[in-house]
């Protein structure tokens, strides 16, 4: 049984980034529970558990403590991002082992080719998702909620369903899930 630990980013009294009349919060719970739908009703030998599955604040410590107590075999954290750019961008730990580097490449490109966004590249960071983690982990950064064309897509509920099946079909890939 592969056990997939999906954290939405944000939530609650924690709204993330901000603009175009979204929030980061609710993209990112949206995006998420379409991942995990998918893998319900199309994958087997899949478990699915959620850091939340509604607007609520769930500390960083408790989302990596429970990932990490249930015994997760792979944590997928879905962020939004912002600060003028454009596009999408993946993260992994710096130094993290070859299987965790793979999962990474295959998620990567699966997301890209789904998501019709400029491709930010693949990049390390000491984000406490990813650092506090005991399983491999990756987090994406799906657009930037205040760039005008990533924001429009954002609302288009076709293009939230690619994005999800991007990340089912990169982690599908990587763990060999039928």
């Not at 600060?83 to 710096?94: K, M, Q």
């Not at 990533?150 to 990169?170: C, F, I, N, P, Q």
């Amino acid at each position: 049984m592969f056990k997939l630990y999906i954290d939405p980013g944000h939530g609650g009294s924690d709204s993330g980034a901000s603009a175009n009349g979204l929030l980061e919060k609710d993209i990112t719970l949206l995006i998420a529970l379409k991942i995990g739908d998918i893998f319900r009703n199309e994958y087997q030998n899949v478990s699915i558990k959620m850091s939340r599955t509604k607007d609520q604040t769930v500390s960083l410590t408790s989302r990596t403590n429970e990932a990490n107590k249930w015994g997760a075999d792979f944590y997928l954290s879905i962020h939004i991002n912002s600060g003028g750019g454009t596009g999408f961008e993946s993260y992994v730990y710096p130094k993290v082992g070859r299987p965790t580097t793979i999962y990474h490449k295959l998620l990567h490109e699966e997301v890209m080719n789904t998501n019709k966004l400029k491709d930010r590249g693949r990049r390390q960071a000491d984000f406490h998702v990813l650092r506090e983690s005991n399983m491999p982990a990756v987090l994406t950064e799906n657009g930037f909620i205040d760039n005008e064309a990533d924001s429009r897509k954002m609302k288009d509920e076709t293009w939230l369903d690619d994005v999800a099946r991007g990340h089912v079909y990169g982690l599908a890939k990587a763990f060999n899930l039928k």
